[in-house]
């Protein structure tokens, strides 16, 4: 049974559209978050929701919107794709309090044509 | 802020050789350290991690001890294998004062290579 899991793993768009990528997480935690790897292996923080609330959020653009349905779930809508979104976009958990180890998923990877 | 800096590599050894990944950070309170590895084509496992200074962490031959008079957390292993072959994340992670979660920040990634 996969712990955190996302979908698509692999999205090819053109620029300018919108897209969606899905996470969902069976271990119970109270966070998730998202992550962007660069093409240079680079891990960054995006976004970070505790029981549905944003309580971390980096300087990305606001092309860039999670949503939260539950604390199991966290979704991330990218508008009017550009070309330097291409990239890896990893989900992550953990329980609540931080400080602790993060459970990842597999990656989602973004390629703009 | 919190950063942490790891050599970047690639680093290329041969099998049964030893293994030090260094890595220090600079960080605002206390924070927990972890050593992350990322097979190819794959997400990112938890391989070992340490909460406190003098801390060892351990997984699969591999030890790190979290040493705060250094800020270090260098990343050891005694004979590696052609299989431990991936990309290793050194990574820290703190608590927000009011209790919230933190996003971890990582290290820019070390590639090893491990040749038969």
């Known amino acids: 049974d996969t712990a955190v899991s996302q979908t698509p793993k692999y999205l090819v768009t053109q620029m300018g559209n919108d897209k969606s990528i899905k996470c969902e997480q069976n271990?119970?935690?109270?966070?998730m978050y998202w992550y962007k790897q660069d093409s240079k292996k680079f891990l960054k923080i995006m976004f970070s929701?505790?029981?549905?609330?944003?309580?971390i959020n980096e300087t990305v653009p606001n092309r860039f919107s999670p949503k939260s349905p539950d604390k199991a779930h966290l979704n991330l809508h990218i508008n009017s794709l550009e070309l330097g979104d291409s990239a890896v976009y990893f989900c992550?958990?953990?329980?609540?309090?931080?400080?602790?180890?993060?459970?990842f998923g597999d990656g989602t990877r973004l390629s703009i044509l | 802020g919190n950063s942490v800096t790891q050599m970047e590599g690639p680093v290329t050894l041969s099998e049964e050789a030893f293994l030090t990944i260094n890595c220090t950070y600079t960080a605002t309170g206390y924070p927990s350290l972890f050593w992350y590895v990322q097979y190819p084509g794959e997400g990112l496992q938890l391989l070992l991690k340490?909460?406190?200074?003098?801390d060892k962490g351990s997984n699969k031959g591999f030890e790190a001890t979290y040493r705060k008079e250094t800020t270090s957390f260098h990343l050891e292993k005694g004979s590696v294998q052609v299989s431990d072959s991936a990309v290793y994340f050194c990574?820290?992670?703190?608590?927000?004062?009011?209790?919230?979660?933190?996003?971890?920040?990582f290290g820019k990634g070390t590639h090893l290579i491990i040749q038969p």
């Open positions: 929701y505790n029981n549905k609330e944003l309580i």
């Open positions: 992550a958990s953990s329980p609540a309090g931080g400080g602790g180890p993060q459970h």
């Open positions: 271990l119970g935690h109270d966070t």
């Open positions: 990574a820290l992670s703190e608590m927000y004062s009011g209790g919230g979660a933190d996003g971890l920040t």
């Open positions: 340490a909460t406190k200074a003098d």
